[in-house]
């Protein structure tokens, strides 16, 4: 071989090992590709799923739905619009969907073999949620209605009665269920009235209504008045779809915060329900008769908050899907008898799960080291496949190892968390430590692929997730122990595990920063004021700093009221708790330089919070910067203002933990 020949082979082989050992950077989070939304086919052989890929460009994200064939992985795009919740026909023939028009969401209807999408709906004010009729000849779709038309000198007027979250500029409409033809047509209204069709949580989306096997009648959850308020006062009620005629299914619980679904055979219905019907405990599937009745809990055993439930085509079982510790559970709830876990292997279950006629499972998940993918049975009761390789560039980098770490915490209470190494960790050299605290606080951290606990491990630093009480992972009483101990019982646990990683070497003690976003950010102002002395610095993001000010202003003032037993203006002693617990009390003693972040259109937590923070760390002369993303959500959900975040973060802590590890 010539020496040329050699050469040219020494610089390939040198570039090939520089590229395996490249580091996850800021860039490469840009990269990662999403996936949500996974619905199989009637008959279980093909999945479609949604992909969405950042464009900095035009500063959006660009969306495919994708056929994947479950045999051989072979994909397909069917359309690119910016394309939400599809469902497919009974017949599996068609695929539905929701995508914008005119700013609006309407309903879509693609056939699968070929053709173009047809717009079926033209509601005025867009469509919320939908489901297909079972013989697939009509979908019911849940649509707010239009505004009241003032005529006159009073078109100009546009006040409204206010109530719960600052940021509205109308008063809440209801919302009511129609009825259109799957090929289109004049819609039919099937509800009015004053109440609404009940809203999820999470994100304002009304709770899809759920049809009867023999499509005579329609579950879904009522609240007695629109709006943020009622939000934990959905019940389910049963629609007659000849005669119009609405009763309840039950009357006694009526603090609901999920919607409900009939088994196969349309003889029961399966809804959420807290334990106990306290807010505070973990949410149980119950199953009741569909003539109606309050039914009873199948997952009581189980201990677990459950996410996603949905129904196996043997009608006598349904698929369950729960945190469980630093992971995300499935398993199969008999209508009879013990939960059985269904083993994932390494992949962490997303809420994405769907169920096919003959009991095929896929869903969106994630490995420690590698971002979500589509997974699916191949067979019924088989095991998981993973079907596509979107994200295999990010896991062919030199990534850190994630692990769970588990320990007995203050209060006897058994805890647990994660930990991400930075790449070449060696072990016995203390490195600096970063704290990555989740939100909720009825959330968990798990072992699934963290786009940020890589980016800031990259840095060379150890990046801690802990679960603390309040958390769902770990059941009723280690959920419940949060309530009317907002912050020291928690901080507690997280202090706990900081000292055991002192201990064994891991963490150095004289370079910590601490960092959440949202109740994550609550943790982080409280650990800045009562633990002054152990932090360099801190990132507080959309951090909950007085829960009064997020009672009065914010979207979730029932929530809020059930942290401390109701309202603070009733109760002296309870006023007296909502201080006591506020970060912003302590938050005069907060010593290390902190960054604070927050959309200006957060309605979950207001930005007052961040600017009373503010406010507090520069007059009393403590290192802060406030950064503000004109944005609505509690979170930028656009790929520049996310990519800042993350920049702003990461290098608010290089600065002031002076470099990676020794």
């Not at 009235?193 to 009304?206: I, K, Q, Y």
């Not at 900081?498 to 976003?517: H, K, N, Q, T």
């Not at 004109?630 to 993350?646: E, I, T």
Request: charged share 20%; glycine share 10%; aromatic share 8%.
């Amino acid at each position: 071989m010539s020496f040329c020949v050699r050469f040219v082979c020494l610089l390939l082989l040198f570039a090939t090992a520089a590229s395996a050992q490249e580091r996850f950077g800021l860039d490469h989070m840009g990269e990662i590709v999403q996936l949500s939304d996974p619905r199989i086919s009637p008959d279980g052989r093909s999945v479609v799923v949604i992909v969405s890929r950042a464009n900095f460009d035009e500063n959006r994200r660009d969306i495919e739905l994708v056929l994947v064939d479950v045999a051989t992985g072979a994909q397909k795009v069917m359309t690119r619009r910016s394309v939400a919740l599809p469902n497919w026909s009974p017949s599996g023939s068609s695929v539905a969907f929701l995508a914008p028009v005119d700013g609006r969401r309407q309903l879509f209807v693609l056939p699968v073999d070929g053709g173009e999408a047809t717009q079926i709906t033209d509601a005025p004010t867009g469509v919320r949620s939908y489901s297909w009729r079972p013989d697939g000849g009509a979908l019911a779709y849940v649509s707010e209605d239009e505004p009241e038309v003032r005529e006159g000198v009073e078109r100009h007027n546009r006040s409204f009665e206010a109530d719960v979250n600052y940021l509205l500029t109308e008063a809440p409409r209801p919302r009511h269920l129609w009825l259109v033809p799957a090929s289109g047509g004049e819609a039919e209204r099937l509800t009015s009235g004053e109440w609404s069709v009940g809203s999820a949580l999470a994100d304002g989306r009304s709770i899809a209504p759920s049809w009867s096997p023999d499509g005579q009648a329609i579950a879904f959850a009522q609240q007695p008045e629109p709006g943020p308020r009622h939000i934990y006062d959905n019940g389910i009620r049963i629609l007659d779809s000849s005669t119009r005629a609405i009763r309840p299914l039950n009357s006694t619980r009526q603090r609901l915060r999920g919607g409900a679904a009939f088994s196969p055979d349309g003889s029961l219905v399966s809804y959420s329900f807290p334990h106990e019907g306290d807010t505070r405990f973990v949410d149980e599937v119950y199953v009741a008769p569909a003539e109606g009745g309050d039914g009873r809990s199948l997952t009581h055993a189980l201990d677990r908050n459950i996410r996603t439930s949905r129904w196996m085509p043997d009608g006598r079982s349904l698929l369950i899907l729960a945190n469980d510790t630093t992971t995300a559970g499935l398993w199969i709830q008999p209508l009879e008898g013990a939960a059985r876990r269904i083993d994932t292997g390494s992949a962490v279950p997303t809420s994405g799960l769907s169920v096919s006629h003959s009991g095929h499972i896929a869903m969106v998940a994630s490995e420690p080291n590698r971002p979500a993918e589509l997974y699916a049975q191949r067979e019924p009761g088989g095991g998981f496949e993973r079907l596509t390789h979107f994200n295999a560039h990010i896991a062919a980098l030199d990534l850190g190892r994630r692990e769970s770490i588990q320990w007995r915490g203050a209060d006897d209470f058994d805890m647990d968390g994660v930990l991400t190494y930075p790449p070449g960790y060696r072990p016995g050299q203390p490195h600096p430590l970063v704290l990555l605290i989740h939100g909720g606080p009825r959330g968990t951290s798990t072992v699934a692929f963290s786009a940020r606990a890589q980016w800031l491990a990259s840095h060379g630093w150890v990046v801690f997730e802990p679960n603390y009480r309040g958390g769902d992972g770990r059941g009723t009483a280690f959920q419940a122990a949060i309530w009317n101990d907002a912050g020291e019982g928690p901080g507690r646990d997280v202090m706990s595990g900081v000292d055991l990683l002192i201990e064994r070497g891991i963490a150095d003690p004289d370079r910590m920063a601490v960092s959440g976003w949202s109740y994550g950010g609550y943790m982080t102002t409280w650990l800045l004021g009562n633990y002054p002395d152990r932090w360099r610095a801190g990132v507080a993001g959309a951090p909950v700093t007085d829960h009064i000010d997020q009672y009065v202003l914010s979207d979730i003032n029932a929530p809020v009221a059930t942290y401390y037993g109701g309202s603070p203006f009733t109760d002296p002693d309870r006023l007296r708790a909502f201080r006591e617990q506020a970060p912003i009390t302590y938050a005069p003693r907060i010593t290390a330089p902190t960054l604070i972040l927050c959309n200006t259109g957060d309605q979950r937590v207001p930005i007052t919070e961040s600017y009373i923070l503010y406010h507090v760390l520069r007059d009393n002369g403590v290192k802060t910067r406030f950064i503000a993303y004109p944005l609505d959500g509690h979170s930028p959900p656009d790929p520049v203002h996310r990519r800042d975040v993350d920049r702003r973060w990461a290098a608010w802590l290089e600065e002031h933990l002076a470099g990676g590890a020794p």
